[in-house]
């Protein structure tokens, strides 16, 4: 009888910690995303950051792109056909990215569902452009929080014409790949 009181009291114990609260975390991520970003109520994961600068040339100050991807440096350089890619890509104009608020990005795209397919990589629909009207951003706002020479923290916010916001924020390693 001690025994059948322990696994009920166990059983009860473990289906009260696999509960509701499950559910308040994922909300918390939507609010407060890590290594993420949000858009339509869909979180979308962020694994690997390059950082580059467009101009080598000289000193001006030029575009300095960010990517982010959901998958590795590993998988995308990989050659191997890979699914369900989401990748986003936006441009500062700095002569040296500094921990500032940046309110404007020179360009910017975001594509879900993207794919590599013998060595052809396939973007997949675009939730922001800012080579097309109906994907364009009214509000941009990227904090740099801290940046070292291998590290980063930022929190980004895009707002499209029709009011949709695409929020959301990387704290990690980066591959800088002008070195």
Avoid: H
């Amino acid at each position: 009888m001690k025994i059948r009181l322990l696994i009920l009291i166990l059983v009860v114990s473990l289906g009260i910690a696999c509960s509701s609260d499950d559910d308040a975390a994922t909300q918390e991520n939507l609010e407060d995303p890590v290594n993420a970003f949000v858009f339509d109520g869909i979180l979308f994961d962020m694994q690997t950051l390059w950082i580059f600068d467009e101009n080598t040339q000289s000193d001006e100050p030029s575009k300095i792109g960010f990517n982010f991807f959901n998958k590795t440096t590993a998988q995308m350089t990989s050659g191997e056909d890979l699914d369900d890619i989401t990748a986003i890509y936006f441009a500062l104009t700095d002569d040296v990215i500094k921990a500032v608020t940046y309110t404007n990005a020179v360009d910017y795209e975001f594509f879900v569902e993207g794919t590599i397919s013998e060595g052809s990589y396939s973007r997949g629909d675009a939730i922001l452009n800012y080579q097309v009207t109906a994907e364009q951003s009214v509000a941009i706002e990227v904090v740099i929080n801290r940046i070292t020479a291998s590290e980063i923290s930022l929190d980004f916010s895009f707002t499209r014409n029709d009011g949709e916001v695409i929020y959301g924020n990387y704290s990690g390693t980066y591959l800088n790949l002008n070195d």
